[in-house]
């Protein structure tokens, strides 16, 4: 039973660090958002996808843990969080106790992950607001009323355009 213990052990810990790592890039990502620096923050999706894809391996893998000890586990992987895997390990309360920390650890930063995820998001439409608006004003201005310096509307000018010259 040691054996399970360490191997999820280890995993729950690679699996924390992933975690650690995407609020790092999602922070990171925040930054980028706030300088409108576009390229960084395309840089910043390549990594969260990265790090997603990692965290399902480390899912896929605990699901393999699991399996190696049917009679231990007699439960649904889909619907199984990780607390009842814990408890469903025969071994000592401290070992159950390290694992059980990881987990709150692995919850928190999931927490964290989301309220970034939420301040990147409004940030995002805040943004997106204030340059719909000023297109609306730009597009807005130009669909009015065209006129000549002798006073008359001029009929040649077209409407909802950015630029109008005659040359």
Known sequence: ???????????????????CDLVSVMTKERDYIMNMDIKSMWSACS?????????????KT?????????LLFDMDMSEADLFEIIRAIPVRDNAKSELSDIVV???LKKD???????????????YLEVINDVMSTIVGASSDRHYTYAGMSDSLARRNCLINAEV
């Open 1 to 19: 039973m040691e054996k399970i213990t360490c191997n999820m052990l280890k995993t729950l810990q690679q699996k924390f660090i992933l975690y």
């Open 47 to 59: 990594e969260k996808k990265k790090i997603a894809i990692d965290i399902e391996k480390i899912k």
């Open 62 to 70: 605990i699901a393999d843990i699991v399996k190696q000890y049917p």
């Open 105 to 107: 650890e692995i919850n």
């Open 112 to 126: 964290e992950l989301q309220m970034l995820s939420f301040e990147n998001e409004k940030y995002v439409r805040e």
